[in-house]
């Protein structure tokens, strides 16, 4: 409980311990990195990874900046719209593709995004194309009793402003988790079969996991349409396959198993990240090479190190990889 005072303590005051615009425009990208993370999570808990994340992220930016830009709609309101709009197009797409697992339902949503992408990148009337939308809105300011006006057109402004989001966010999808409604998706997830036979409607509960994932993923595009000012759909940005491998990697490194995972996944390869710039052709080697280390001496990932470390203390002579083997009942 206190680490998490403290660390809840630290992202408050994040901007003025730092006082450096550039390390708190790398917290904004992280916190909308851990959103869409932990979102895409969410799915694990019914046995489905996709691949097509990132698409979803897409509908959402480009929703929000599009509707702040064209038809003058508020931030606030733009941002909820992204998100209802990227989980509707899932739970439409969510019967099809919620028919087939693994490596086809991956596919299929590695192509769904490419395809989201391509529209994007092509639809130059609306999303202005090759060039890009350029010019996006900041969030506006707001009046609060006691604090005053506060603005979100400055980086310490959009910060607490993704700060708020992204935790109110992470609130939510955990209670979800914790709640009658993840106990399903998890009974899914172990045997859909044996959950269909005591009366669980299984595919209408998967399409129902797909929208909440992919509403979070569209706000989480908000929040990064409005940050950068820009959106470009080309193959090498944000909403290319290699951000939807990151996805992947960020959850694996920090753990599956447990809620935190993401975050902690989230936050130490954009660190490590930041501190390899130097070496920025050797980033993704760096990235690789420590995601195979993690995999390979804590399948559990990095958040399960304080029950190794118990184990170890517990038990010195039991193996890192015997512990590591073991997966929570609960699937935390």
């Not at 615009?21 to 046995?47: A, D, K």
């Not at 769904?112 to 529209?119: C, K, M, Q």
């Not at 920090?254 to 954009?270: C, E, K, T, W, Y």
């Amino acid at each position: 409980m206190l680490i998490w005072a403290g660390v809840a303590a630290f992202l408050i005051a994040a901007p003025t311990i730092l006082s450096n615009v550039y390390w708190t425009s790398v917290l904004v990208l992280i916190g909308i990195n851990v959103l869409l993370t932990v979102s895409l999570r969410t799915m694990g808990l019914i046995g489905h990874f996709s691949l097509g994340h990132v698409g979803f992220m897409l509908i959402g930016a480009y929703t929000s900046a599009l509707l702040v830009m064209k038809a003058d709609i508020p931030f606030g309101i733009a941002l909820v719209a992204a998100g209802f709009l990227s989980g509707t197009v899932a739970l439409a797409l969510g019967y099809p593709f919620l028919r087939v697992k693994g490596i086809y339902f991956a596919i299929l949503t590695l192509l769904t995004a490419e395809s989201f992408r391509l529209l994007a990148f092509n639809w130059r009337s609306l999303t202005m194309g090759q060039v890009g939308l350029m010019g996006i809105p900041a969030p506006g300011q707001i009046s609060i009793p006691v604090l005053g006006q506060i603005r979100f057109d400055t980086a310490n402004g959009h910060y607490y402003l993704t700060l708020v989001v992204v935790a109110i966010s992470l609130l939510i999808l955990y209670r979800l988790e914790r709640s009658q409604l993840g106990t399903i998706w998890r009974a899914i997830r172990e045997t859909d079969k044996l959950a269909g036979s005591v009366g669980i409607n299984v595919l209408w509960f998967k399409i129902l996991n797909f929208g909440v994932g992919c509403f979070f993923a569209g706000i989480a595009g908000s929040l990064f349409a409005h940050f950068q000012r820009g959106l470009s759909a080309d193959s090498s940005s944000t909403f290319g396959v290699l951000t939807s491998i990151y996805l992947l990697v960020y959850m694996v490194v920090g753990g599956q198993d447990r809620f935190a995972g993401p975050i902690v996944g989230v936050v130490v390869l954009s660190l490590i990240s930041e501190f390899a710039r130097p070496f920025q052709e050797y980033q993704p080697m760096i990235i690789g090479v420590i995601a195979i280390l993690v995999v390979l001496l804590l399948p559990r990932g990095l958040a399960t190190i304080p029950d190794q470390i118990k184990t170890w203390l517990t038990n010195p002579f039991k193996s890192a990889t015997e512990s590591g083997s073991k997966v929570s009942p609960d699937g935390r």
